[in-house]
């Protein structure tokens, strides 16, 4: 069992549409990054939470340390949304060790 | 813009060659983070490196090695390079510990 899930794997939505993306996690964490990574590789990170919820214009992220899990809404997605979501967790350790989720890809189709 | 450079963006090489891959960071950030991310999966954790000193390492052999110098650049060097290792090797750059990742663009490195 890997210790950070993501669901679902694979996503498609019509634009305007509503997106829910999943990440739930094993090991004990300190903080949990929602990635954005594009055809071609580059990531940017969307959001650094501990706790409770964060939003950025269209997107919001939400964490729940006790049941070890981490939503990503995408409201009204665009395709330009399309991309690789990916959740990663930053452990509890005295150094800043990732791991990172397989990733969530995302198509907006218009 | 994340303000974090990576050179070069491709790079092919033979196996058994060495490479140096090459990160700059954002002025003030003393956190480096190399992650190696192999087609189809999510990255992988190299080693991080903290006011120039390795404090932590992922499940990668020796011959992957780094350094961080004081001005905020740092290197990824892979000796021996094996079939395996091509991959898309990113670099993170953070102000301190526990701080956001900012990410560069990536070295996609190709071992024929």
């Known amino acids: 069992k890997n210790e950070v899930e993501q669901s679902p794997q694979n996503l498609t939505a019509q634009e305007g549409e509503f997106i829910t993306i999943n990440c739930s996690y094993s090991?004990?964490?300190?903080?949990l990054h929602w990635l954005q990574q594009h055809p071609g590789g580059g990531i940017v990170s969307l959001f650094m939470?501990?706790?409770g919820k964060k939003k950025h214009g269209r997107l919001i992220a939400t964490i729940n340390i006790q049941e070890k899990h981490s939503s990503l809404h995408i409201t009204a997605s665009h395709p330009r949304d399309s991309a690789v979501y990916i959740c990663a967790v930053i452990m509890s350790a005295s150094y800043d060790k990732v791991i990172f989720g397989p990733g969530t890809s995302l198509s907006v189709i218009p | 813009e994340t303000g974090v450079t990576q050179s070069p963006t491709h790079l092919i090489k033979t196996r058994g060659q060495q490479v140096t891959l090459r990160c700059s960071s954002q002025s003030g950030h003393n956190t480096v983070s190399w992650y190696q991310q192999a087609l189809g999966q999510g990255p992988q954790f190299i080693f991080q490196y903290y006011r120039e000193e390795e404090n932590g390492r992922g499940n990668f052999p020796p011959r992957f090695s780094g350094l961080q110098f004081p001005n905020y650049s740092s290197e990824l060097n892979v000796n021996a390079l094996e079939l395996d290792d091509s991959a898309l090797y990113l670099c993170?750059?953070?102000?301190?510990?526990?701080?956001?990742?900012?990410f560069g663009n990536g070295t996609r490195l190709t071992v024929t």
């Open positions: 939470l501990s706790s």
């Open positions: 993170a750059s953070s102000p301190g510990l526990r701080s956001p990742l900012h």
């Open positions: 090991v004990g964490i300190s903080a």
